[in-house]
């Protein structure tokens, strides 16, 4: 046992690893003990057992082996680290254990693999079960079953992947071991649990008799759908809620995510693809070939049993479907035609969708051969026509359908009805679109009234299910026509309809999402069903009409549907109804004549060919007279034309007549009805005329007007072709000018452009210049509409010309031909709409025909193949050149070309790569030859793609050219159908798929809609995400974005179901990066024949459906693809809005008109938007990145109200393009107010996707954008509402966390505007959201902005209660962001500062550390706590009572509404009550105008001039004056405050006349008694907008040299006026508080010492008046909140260096006037508010420093005020120094007591006992005691908080009495600080008594120093105490920078020595007193930060002040009244001017 010893100490990991198994077994218990011990699944643990694990499983002694795999289950179930484990711990499980003989053993190996599925490995494990069961031993097989079966059972289908077991399935069934095949079957039962029939399928080939067991096995399995049981660690939800059912008793509401998913699984997708085509017999081209049929049968029969493959693997099956196609054309033998169909049938099943390809071929062969009688012929056809069905879309055989129904065989007829009717069981709502249901219901009409009853029964039953399948209300207009019998035997047969899809009619496509219900036809994958639902609107049809049905306008008039080769029938069915008009027979001259006589004077006819030219040209007034008063009907039309052409006719010789002449061919022609006869009369003469110098407009015009009567083109070829057989270069050159002009604005509709083309080549070749030019200029013109083929028509001009001609085109790349403005509205049947429809569908189609296309068929010889395909490769480069050649001369080639496909797809893989090269080239000849008839001939048997895999870059240059040219020609759309692409990807060639994906990235961005089966390229995509080669992976990551803007992010996250869990998250990752890049799709376009701009031209000349798609497969729906818009799609009222605006411009095309306003005012439609969005109909405007639907339905929903090309740039997917917009929107801004706020959701929604982009300068140029559209809304006064605001601030709040600092400060710059227009409160909350983020820069940029609005707003801004919101702060001071950590103690900090102690309390406890840090910051910040910001709502004098800090909390805040002019209530319709907040519209940007040279520009709203009197009544129902703000709240001014606001909002306007008016306004409120109190609560309101004023005329207009002065000596009499009335009113000047009345006494100051004010002629008379008005600001104000006002004013004074003695001395004049007023005042004054400021103003200004002032009167004030109070209050006056904390600060204690003791002294009382105590306590003391107690006890005190100063001064009075005591041991154990702390307060002492004996006896100023002024020669003060580092100051500050500058500069320096600097407040005080209300808006977080540096001195030597005679300030009250009167005098002067 000597060794057991030696492992028992080894720890346990290297007990497991031990060779000793008894050591292994107790290293596996301990382990195992350890395994469950630990808590933490990452703890660092668990990494030491990750390489032993396998051992614990496979260990070779099988009593170890159990406990280790039971070590091994608890690793697994606990470990984070475990999943790294999970292959060779399966491995090992199924290799050793599942062969041992221990049953426990098996158990614990299968929990274990059950457990690594649980911890998401399930594939890893699914894949060593698998490669288990190929294991020799049985009993592993079995075991491997076994946990397969128990893994799908527990886990379900979703997790356990059933294809590959499946294919396993039926070898196991073969199994020699009954175990084996036992446990399979238990398997099969258990997957057919899962996925039903689906199964059946794949075991059809088993043994029969065990497929009859597992029949019987299988009706037994319960119908319910199963139940996942167990789940994954990323499912604990679903677990959650599971477990809630089985609790609740079983599966109540069920599982509800299986129940998707289970019924989804497709027999199809689990079998494995056979190929076939190899195994078709050698002969079997020949055989079906033979002469005899018994042959042809063999052939077929061996076809017959190859596709008998219920999966076949995809190939080229062209030629194979070619024979079987031509047996069923052709063959006599009826036995094979049906043998051949059943082939077809196969195929197609087998084949699915890539069978579509061969649809369209086949198709129209079977409806063909229908009309044989056999029923197994009839039926194998329907069979086979079915099964192709499934493989493409109705849509894409609709042609071919539509074409037999008017077949003359019945049988044909019947069945192709039932056909219809079959296949519209398929369709969908979506997949039926009225575009196609209009061809079909109209042929089907036909049908139920054929003679033949078996063709009516079959047409009823096929528009009985349309009925069915559509609903009635898209049928029924279809059958408007059919009686009441007919209908009602259609709708029988709708009744008994089934459909494959389910009973759904209605929407049942949107509901499900575009899922199919399985069921019926398992045939029918989804994906089919979704391409349905796409192309529905692609393919045939008129191009308008999709868009018009499908948004819900009216269905159109107009000609049936015709299919999109119908195009041209159109075009003549357009010109059917005129031509009865158009020609008419020709009149002899007689006949003409007689007609003319009867409607013309005859004077007129007479003169007509008179000698005299004036005769003539009376006779032409006449003539024109009388046309112009003729009638339509009655005007002889030719007779009059012949009546002009009569002699001289053309030939006149006088130009006036010729003019008069030609003006009345053009009347005519407008007027009446003017036939091609007619026309043929007059034309010659006016090309005659054109070029003409004087005649020529006229015979242009009339040329016009007849080209409007006959249509352009007949016009046109006539004029041209006469042009052009005559010789004069000047009629040719006008002609073609004309020309130029007429298509322009008659579009290019029905132009024969042979005709001209060959006339243009003759005018290229005229030796005249004008005659060449003008031919280039109509080039250009039709250059527009038919894009570059046009240029192949003139390759063989001379180089010279062809540049010429190449300049003009390059001219006109990139416009848009321009809409036609003529010649639609006459002539169109249905209405202007159907005219312009019909026209552009003409364009499409004629300049496809127009091209001469050329047949070649006949020169591609068998010859010429053969030579391509020869085996020496220089005869096949013969065959290519000779290719090459014929093409270039045809030019334009007919789709026919033979065998040619064929050999140049053999050359594509040639080895001799220039030959792959010229076939390329040839290949891209082709397509522009062919033009988009290439599509329906190579598209397929073309793999072009596969040479972009070339190892040589110049051929994948050119097959990417060619693939370029063919999707240009095709429509992408034909590229992205079927596998083809996704095959291509897979193939592993880095090359072909860096090209491949680089290409899709460049087209997918261009698509409105792809088909489903881009889906398919996904799981490719994302293995190229992992590709070894880099270049791939970056085009995949490029390309990533444009898959999911079409696919959406939830289908692309879905597929990456299937990758392996490492790849996963990583390609998870990237998702989510490209969600964020993800651009929006292209907006579809609001016409259908959208052009696509610039280089894509070719897309101009494309038959009609071709044009639709290459805009994007799907340019016809407005609403791309209704699974792309969640249920219910978009609200149909925002449909129906863009499907009237797609109808409502009938002549206007897509991109011509960019003058209209840019946002459409739709009545109620930001209502109704919102109503949506509350009643669920649209989705939530919710998300952490934007996906798809949002974007879509933002679109939808801007359709109606954007202009549509602003939409498109907003929707593009480049970023320029929303540059671009948002340029077009700022410079709209202020055009279309109404407008923007109209629809302003949506762009506030629009521009929260702008901040997902990652591009910088969108983001900048989106925030300028913001702050123009916030700056204009405050303006307007506009609110915001609760969806716009919850619809933008999160987003907005995002990016205050950006990394670039430029963009952070815009963001904050915004949210401040945003508080105008959105309350402060509510900001709050979604701020204090922001501070949750994970970026720490957001966090505390949020935090400081918190602190912001605290500040500014007060404590009631703090939501939900300010203790949440503090609590919520707090728990930031512990972040481990330092940043963050410092933004929260600012914020907490400034709170205190509003809010004082109380915080501590609201913030509730907090940990240690995280207090400590704060108490440290409030300490640094020494910010006292009364300095908030409204001063805590001292409306009402506080009684000389300190009131508990609690009580005042209580007390009315500030109310935030005053951020938005006090205008919340306008929402909310209460009346808030709103105490005095400062409005931050006051605030100014200093630095701007500091740096700004020009003038200032202040912009305020308007003035609306209110009738205030009626406002007074009693108010009930407010009726509201209605400004046009917005379509939305305009009950603005429905109550009296808000009208207030308004007014006063305006005195501070930077428009005189404005200001003027309001301020006349507010003073006649003010002097109507009853009136005057509705100005209460708004006084500081009033007072900060009237100093605004008062600040912004001495800035701004006193310095502007154009205002006329009197303009400002009006303005100055209206403030004093009005402020004067006010303080007249004690109650209201009452509420006036300290912060406020500071600014207004800094303002009247600064006004009182403005030389400028001087020298205007009434300028005295201002001064006097403001004196008056000082007086009454002193005697009427709140006592407490004047005197704390001046003594911060004071402070301030003297601190600032730039403020000049003067200003200090009137503020100390004002104080003295209060002093003498203390007397009678005394009782209403807070004590202990005006101790603390005179302690804090002490503080700063120790008496050592104010005897360095170089004037006296600072200390004399503050004694006498001091004196003054003691005497008033006597000892008293002591117990009001509650309010100071640290009284030791400042002397003030001490020097009351002083002044107490001495008044007492004098006054001879009885000595107050307490007070001698003082002094006389020591010695007590120290005779009582040791010399040690007493300096221990004064040691105790001053380290103890309360009685420190108290102790300070004991010592101090210790040391001067016993000098020689030594305290140094008691100093010598303390720290350095309190040692320093103790010499400093000693000090302060000393000189604190020191200056005690030199007090005089003040018994306060004498009276008469108030009235004189005290000459002070001395310099500005200055006292630099250091403005604290970064921090921003009030504006005051930057106004007096500005002041500085200007007298730097020299501007207006005329009086320079005389004039004070502007302000007080150069360098702030270290602790800010009362907080002004500007300080109120400007102090920020910066305040607080510590490094102090010491402020710039700014010399003012020069501005040596001489007192100049203000002895008159405080002026007498006596002249008061007087001053009163003459004031209110002029007042209604200037009212009674303005009005």
């Known amino acids: 046992m000597g060794d057991d010893s030696e492992w028992m100490k080894l720890p346990i990991d290297q007990k497991c690893e031990h060779k000793l198994w008894k050591a292994r077994l107790n290293g596996y218990e301990e382990a195992l003990k350890l395994f469950q011990k630990i808590d933490d699944e990452k703890s660092p643990e668990w990494s030491k057992y990750l390489g032993l694990i396998k051992k614990f499983v496979t260990d070779s002694n099988a009593v170890a082996q159990l406990k280790g795999l039971e070590a091994a289950l608890a690793y697994v179930e606990n470990a984070h680290v475990a999943g790294k ?791 096949r480069k013969e065959g290519l050149d000779e290719v090459t050649s014929i093409i270039n001369d045809a030019k334009f080639i007919q789709p026919n070309i033979g065998e040619l496909p064929a050999a140049l797809k053999s050359r594509l893989n040639d080895s001799n790569k220039i030959l792959v090269q010229q076939t390329l080239s040839i290949l891209q000849q082709l397509a522009t030859a062919m033009g988009p008839n290439i599509k329906q001939q190579l598209k397929k048997s073309i793999p072009v793609i596969t040479v972009l895999g070339d190892s040589k870059n110049n051929v994948r240059a050119a097959a990417l050219a060619t693939v370029n040219a063919w999707a240009e020609q095709t429509g992408m759309k034909e590229w992205l159908e079927g596998e083809d692409l996704s095959e291509e990807l897979k193939k592993e060639n880095p090359f072909l798929r860096q090209e491949l994906l680089g290409w899709l990235a460049e087209k997918l961005p261009t698509l409105r809609s792809v088909p489903t089966d881009l889906l398919l390229c996904v799981p490719h995509l994302y293995s190229c995400l992992e590709d070894r080669n880099g270049d791939v992976r970056k085009k995949a990551q490029d390309a990533l974005p444009f898959f999911m803007m079409h696919l959406g992010f939830e289908k692309m996250a879905k597929a990456t179901g299937k990758l392996k869990p490492t790849s996963k998250d990583q390609v998870l990752a990237m998702l989510d990066k490209a969600k964020a890049n993800m651009p929006a799709k292209p907006a579809p376009p609001a016409k259908a024949s959208s052009r696509v701009v610039g280089g894509a031209a070719p897309a101009k000349f494309q038959s009609s459906s071709a044009l639709a798609e290459d805009s994007g497969s799907n340019s016809m729906e407005p609403k791309p693809d209704p699974k792309k818009v969640k249920a219910g799609g978009v609200s149909s009222k925002a449909k129906g809005v863009q499907g009237k605006k797609v109808l409502s411009k009938p002549n206007l095309k897509e991109d011509d008109d960019k003058s209209g306003p840019i946002f459409i005012i739709v009545p109620n439609g930001k209502e109704q938007r919102m109503k949506d969005e509350k009643g669920l109909k649209v989705l939530k405007w919710n998300f952490t990145t934007p996906r798809d639907e949002y974007i879509e339905q933002l679109k939808t929903q801007m359709s109606s109200c954007v202009a549509k090309w602003l939409q498109d740039e907003m929707f593009h997917a480049d970023f320029q393009h929303h540059n671009k917009a948002l340029a077009v929107m700022i410079e709209h801004l202020e055009s279309e107010k109404d407008g923007v706020i109209s629809c302003l959701d949506l762009i506030l929604k629009w521009l929260t996707l702008r901040f997902f982009d990652t591009n910088t300068s969108v983001l900048m140029k989106t925030l300028e954008y913001l702050k123009l559209l916030f700056n204009l809304l405050s303006q307007e006064e506009y609110h915001l509402t609760e969806n716009e605001a919850s619809s933008f601030i999160p987003y907005l709040i995002l990016k205050v966390g950006e990394p670039k600092d430029v963009i952070r400060k815009d963001v904050r710059a915004i949210l401040n505007r945003m508080c105008l227009i959105y309350p402060a409160s509510k900001m709050f909350t979604f701020i204090m959201e922001g501070t949750k983020s994970k970026n720490s820069k957001q966090r505390a940029e949020c ?201 006063i909002s305006q005195v501070a306007s930077g428009d005189i006349n404005t200001s003027i008016q309001a301020l006349a306004q507010i003073d006649e409120v003010l002097r109507q008694e009853d009136k005057a109190e509705a100005m209460s609560g708004h006084i500081d309101q009033f007072l900060i907008a009237t100093f605004m004023q008062l600040r912004l005329i001495y800035n701004t207009h006193m310095a502007d040299e154009k205002l006329d002065k009197d303009e400002i000596v009006k303005l100055y009499s209206c403030i004093i006026g009005s402020m004067i009335s006010l303080f007249q009113i004690e109650s209201l000047a009452r509420e006036a508080s300290t912060g406020v009345l500071k600014d207004l006494m800094h303002g009247l100051i600064t006004l009182m010492l403005d030389s400028r004010v001087e020298d205007l002629e009434e300028g005295e008379q201002v001064i006097r008046s403001v004196n008056l008005l000082v007086v009454k600001v002193l005697e009427k104000s709140d006592q407490t909140n004047i005197l704390s006002a001046l003594l911060v004013l004071l402070q301030d004074s003297l601190l600032a260096t730039a403020s000049s003695p003067k200003f200090s001395e009137l503020v100390m004049k004002c104080l003295w006037r209060m002093v003498r007023l203390l007397p009678e005042t005394i009782n209403s004054i807070n004590l202990d508010r005006i101790l603390l400021d005179i302690h804090i103003f002490m503080k700063i200004f120790p008496k050592e420093k104010l005897k360095q002032c170089k004037s006296e009167f600072p200390i004399r004030t503050l004694k006498t005020l001091l004196h003054t109070l003691c005497k008033l209050k006597g000892p008293k006056i002591l117990d009001h120094l509650t309010m100071i904390d640290n009284k030791n600060e400042s002397e003030l204690e001490a020097h009351l007591c002083r002044v107490v003791k001495h008044s007492m002294d004098q006054s001879g009382s009885k000595a107050d006992k307490d007070t001698e105590k003082g002094a006389s306590r020591i010695e007590e003391k120290a005779s009582k005691a040791k010399v040690n107690d007493i300096l221990a006890e004064i040691f105790k005190k001053i380290g103890s908080k309360e009685n420190t100063k108290e102790g300070l001064a004991e010592l101090y009075e210790y040391k001067k009495k016993y000098s020689d005591a030594d305290i140094e041991p008691f100093l010598k154990n303390s720290s350095q600080f309190f040692q320093s702390y103790v010499e400093r307060g000693l000090r302060l002492i000393e000189t604190e008594r020191e200056g005690k004996g030199r007090i005089a006896s003040s018994t306060g100023l004498s009276s008469q120093m108030e009235g004189t002024c005290v000459p002070a020669s001395t310099h500005a003060v200055s006292s630099s105490l250091g403005n604290t580092n970064g921090e921003e100051v009030g504006p005051s500050v930057y106004l007096e920078r500005l002041k500085i500058l200007r007298q730097r500069c020299g501007l207006d320096n005329a009086k320079q020595e005389d004039r004070p600097p502007l302000t007080s407040l150069l360098s702030k005080p270290a602790v800010p007193t009362v907080a002004s209300s500007t300080d109120m808006l400007h102090s920020k977080l910066s305040q607080l930060r510590e490094s102090r540096e010491q402020y710039q001195h700014l010399d003012l030597d020069s501005n040596q002040t001489h007192s100049s005679g203000i002895g008159t300030t405080l002026g007498s009250p006596s002249s008061a009244a007087a001053n009163i009167d003459d004031l209110k005098k002029r007042l209604e002067r200037i009212k009674s001017s303005r009005k």
């Open 1343 to 1543: 935090l400081e902005e918190l602190g912001c609005l605290v500040e500014s707003y007060g404590m009631n801004v703090c939501q939900p209660t300010p203790g949440k919101a503090l609590k919520e702060m707090a728990t930031h001071i512990g972040d481990r962001d330092n940043t963050v950590r410092n933004a929260a103690l600012n914020t907490i900090v400034t709170v205190y500062n509003v809010h004082g102690d109380q915080v501590f309390k609201l913030i509730g406890n907090l940990s240690e550390k995280d207090m400590s840090m704060l108490e440290e910051r409030i300490k640094r910040s020494a910010k006292r706590p009364s300095a908030a910001p409204v001063r805590q709502a001292e409306e009402k004098p506080q009684r000389a009572q300190n009131i508990s800090a609690n009580a005042s909390m209580l007390r009315k805040g500030p109310a935030e509404d005053m951020s938005s002019k006090l205008n919340q209530n306008r929402n909310m319709g209460s009346h808030s009550e709103t105490a005095h907040t400062v409005p931050r519209e006051f605030q100014l940007d200093l630095d701007e105008i500091e740096n700004d040279n020009g003038t200032v520009r202040c912009e305020m709203p308007a003035l609306v001039q209110h009738k205030l009197d009626d406002i007074f009544e009693p108010v009930l129902i407010p009726e509201p004056k209605i400004r046009a703000v917005s379509p939305h709240f305009d009950d603005m001014h429905s109550n009296t405050a808000s009208t207030i606001n308004f007014v």
């Open 85 to 875: 484990t999970t292959g060779e711990v399966a491995s090992g499980v199924v290799n050793k254990v599942f062969n041992q003989p221990k049953a426990r053993a098996k158990e614990l190996g299968l929990d274990i693999c059950l457990m690594y599925i649980e911890i998401e490995k399930g594939e890893a494990v699914q894949e060593e079960l698998l490669k288990g069961l190929d294991n020799k031993n049985p009993k592993i097989i079995v075991a491997c079953i076994e946990t397969l079966r128990k893994a799908l059972s527990e886990f379900g289908s979703k997790i356990i992947l059933l294809k590959p077991i499946i294919k396993v399935l039926p070898k196991l069934f073969e199994s020699r071991e009954k175990a084996v095949r036992d446990e399979a079957k238990l398997l099969a039962v258990e997957i057919y649990r899962w996925i039903k029939d689906a199964l059946r399928p794949p075991l059809q080939n088993i043994n029969s008799v065990q497929l009859k067991e597992l029949e019987e096995e299988w009706v037994k399995v319960s119908s319910a759908a199963p139940k996942q049981t167990r789940f994954l660690r990323s499912q604990q939800e679903l677990k959650a809620k599971f477990e809630q059912q089985q609790a609740a008793g079983g599966d109540a509401d069920g599982g509800d995510e299986e129940e998707e998913v289970v019924p989804q699984v497709d027999a199809y997708e689990l079998l494995e693809a056979v190929e076939i085509l190899s195994k078709l017999p050698k002969d079997f081209y020949e055989k079906i070939e033979a002469k005899k049929w018994q042959e042809r049968k063999e052939a077929l029969e061996a076809v017959e049993l190859l596709v008998k493959n219920p999966k076949l693997e995809s190939g080229d099956y062209a030629d194979l479907v070619k024979v079987l196609k031509k047996v069923v054309g052709k063959d006599t033998n009826v036995m094979l035609v049906a043998l051949a169909a059943k082939c077809l049938a196969g195929l197609a099943t087998g084949l699915r969708k890539k069978f579509g390809q061969y649809a369209g071929h086949v198709v129209p062969t079977i409806l063909e051969k229908f009309k044989e009688k056999k029923p197994q012929v009839v039926q194998a056809l329907q069979e086979a026509i079915d099964a192709i069905f499934l493989t493409t879309t109705l849509q894409n055989i609709s042609e071919d359908v539509l074409a037999v129904m008017d077949n003359k065989n019945p049988t044909i007829k019947q069945q192709a009805s039932l056909f219809i009717a079959r296949s519209f069981r398929h369709c969908t709502p979506s997949t039926l679109p009225k575009s196609l249901l209009k061809p079909f219901c109209a042929a089907l009409l036909k049908h139920i009234n054929d003679s033949a009853p078996e063709v009516r029964d079959a047409g009823f039953e096929a528009l009985g299910t349309a009925l069915k399948v559509a609903g009635e209300k898209a049928v029924n207009p279809f059958l408007a026509d059919v009686d009441k019998l007919k209908l009602d035997r259609i709708k029988e047969c709708a009744e008994k309809v089934e459909l494959v899809y389910g009973k759904k009619t209605g929407g049942a496509a949107e509901k499900k999402e575009g899922k199919p219900i399985a069921g019926r036809t398992p045939a029918l994958s989804g994906s089919v069903a979704d391409r349905e639902t796409k192309d529905a609107a692609t393919k045939p049809g008129p191009l308008k009409k999709a868009p018009a049905v499908k948004s819900g306008g009216p269905p159109k008039k107009g000609k049936p549907a015709a299919a999109a080769g119908m195009g041209s029938a159109g075009a003549k069915g357009k010109k059917g109804p005129e031509s009865k008009e158009i020609f008419e027979s020709e009149l002899s001259i007689e006949v003409c004549e007689e007609k003319a006589a009867a409607v013309l004077p005859a004077s007129c006819i007479q003169q007509l060919h008179s000698g005299n030219w004036k005769e003539r040209l009376a006779c032409m007034e006449e003539f024109q007279k009388a046309v112009e008063l003729m009638e339509r009907s009655e005007m002889p039309c030719q007779a009059l034309v012949r009546m002009l052409a009569k002699k001289p006719g053309w030939k006149e010789t006088n130009f006036q007549v010729m003019q008069m002449k030609l003006h009345i061919v053009a009347l005519i022609a407008q007027k009446g009805n003017f036939s091609k006869t007619s026309a043929q009369v007059v034309l010659d003469g006016l090309v005659d005329k054109v070029g003409d110098v004087k005649c020529g407009s006229n015979a242009k015009e009339a040329m016009t007007a007849i080209a409007e009567a006959c249509q352009l083109p007949w016009t046109a070829e006539q004029v041209v072709a006469m042009a052009f057989s005559q010789k004069n270069p000047k009629n040719q050159s006008e002609t073609l000018n004309w020309l130029s002009n007429a298509i322009k604005e008659f579009g290019f509709s029905g132009l024969n452009v042979k005709a001209f083309i060959s006339n243009v080549k003759t005018a290229l070749a005229a030796t005249n210049p004008a005659v060449r030019t003008s031919a280039i200029t109509l080039l250009g013109v039709m250059y527009l509409y038919v894009g570059p083929p046009l240029r192949m028509f003139f390759e063989d001009e001379k180089p010279a010309l062809l540049s010429q001609i190449d300049a003009e085109f390059e001219k006109m790349q990139g416009q848009m031909a321009p809409a036609p403005t003529r010649g639609i509205s006459r002539h169109s049947t249905g209405g202007g709409d159907d005219g312009e429809e019909e026209e552009q569908e003409d364009v499409g189609n004629d300049v496809v025909d127009l091209l001469p296309r050329t047949d070649i068929s006949d020169k591609i010889s068998p010859e010429l193949v053969s030579k391509i395909g020869d085996k020496n490769w220089k005869i």
